[in-house]
């Protein structure tokens, strides 16, 4: 398949895989880049711009394909050293980079002196265009059934994508609720270029996280995901379990009053005791409701291949099927 995703990022198939806190380290991401995929480290778990290098440093020892890094403009009042962590992307000889968060405009010119390919996520068209403007060269729209961040206007991508491919003139993949081949061929038509992967990528061999978090999310329905900081406009979709329940808890107490301190045990410092230690109910962690699809624990590999393979037979039989034999390839044809 090529799209004008897989020659913007030189990778075989248009499927990325977004940063993630606490999953997207180098293993993870050489993982994917080596099946085909665009892997992505993200770059605040390091912590520090220094550990950040290493991290590359490591990932590039796993893989020779291309591979990204993922930064995250965090809400937050003590911002940590954006600069840096753009310079040790930078030394670390890596050129594309998921921007995600607020607007990666202070930082654009910046990232195009070095020649960086930047790829903002976004949950708006009006966000999507901006990006065009200020000079992103694509974009991953996030719909709201999407792991993490999906924005406050809460439009699913079955409108979002095909909204932003009326607007957009730049590349896009589809981000938030994609699993699996028929993500990816539904993506395609409804405009996008390729596809995102969070949830999906959490749930497999290779990814560094605790086997209780890739349990969990084969053991989830679609059903099983929860909206917390809603009240504090910084929306997060996550698995539901006993620390999220509180905290829907505090917010529905604290109604409009609710301030960050008011649930900061459940959602400041989760990631290591749920990912690491694999405390299932330690609190606030993005998932899905894709997690009703995710039924396995591939490795990424057969993931990759499995996507590619089956996308070509729904492409090739049962799409050129409904519009008549003669439409089918020929190399496809069932006999
Ligand atoms: C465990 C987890 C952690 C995430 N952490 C980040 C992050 O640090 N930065 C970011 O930009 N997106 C983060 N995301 C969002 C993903 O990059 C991606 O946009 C999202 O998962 C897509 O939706 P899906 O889970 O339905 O595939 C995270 C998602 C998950 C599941």
Not at 102 to 122: D, L, T
Not at 170 to 182: E, K, N
Not at 235 to 262: C, F, M, P, Y
Request: charged share 25%; proline share 5%; hydrophobic share 45%.
């Amino acid at each position: 398949m090529k799209t004008r995703i897989t020659e913007l990022f030189g990778i075989r198939h248009p499927i990325v895989q977004g940063g993630m806190h606490f999953v997207g380290l180098a293993d993870l991401a050489a993982a994917v880049s080596n099946a085909g995929g665009l892997g992505v480290i993200t770059a605040l778990t390091q912590r520090t711009p220094e550990l950040l290098e290493k991290e590359i440093a490591r990932c590039r020892d796993m893989t020779d394909q291309p591979f990204g890094v993922n930064l995250t403009f965090l809400p937050t009042f003590s911002a940590p050293p954006y600069a840096e962590y753009i310079q040790a992307i930078v030394e670390g000889g890596v050129r594309i980079v998921e921007t995600a968060g607020r607007s990666p405009e202070e930082y654009m010119p910046a990232m195009k002196a070095a020649g960086i390919k930047v790829i903002h996520k976004c949950t708006s068209v009006r966000h999507a265009l901006k990006a065009e403007r200020i000079g992103c060269d694509a974009v991953s729209v996030d719909g709201f059934e999407c792991g993490g961040h999906p924005g406050e206007d809460d439009v699913p991508n079955m409108i979002l994508l095909p909204r932003a491919a009326d607007e957009l003139s730049i590349p896009f993949v589809a981000s938030g609720g994609m699993a699996d081949a028929r993500s990816l061929v539904a993506a395609l038509a409804l405009g996008a270029d390729g596809i995102n992967m969070g949830t999906r990528f959490v749930a497999t061999k290779e990814a560094p996280v605790h086997q209780n978090v890739k349990r969990a999310i084969v053991a989830a329905t679609e059903l099983d995901t929860r909206l917390v900081m809603r009240p504090l406009r910084n929306t997060e979709r996550v698995l539901k379990n006993a620390g999220v329940q509180k905290i829907l808890d505090i917010e529905r107490d604290k109604g409009e009053q609710i301030q960050i301190s008011d649930i900061l045990e459940q959602v400041a410092g989760v990631y290591p005791k749920v990912m690491v230690d694999g405390e299932m109910d330690a609190g606030a962690w993005s998932c899905g409701m894709v997690a009703g699809l995710i039924d396995d624990i591939p490795s990424v590999r057969e993931l990759i291949d499995r996507i590619m393979a089956d996308a070509s037979h729904l492409i090739g039989q049962r799409l050129c099927r409904i519009l008549g034999s003669e439409q089918m390839p020929e190399d496809s044809v069932a006999p």
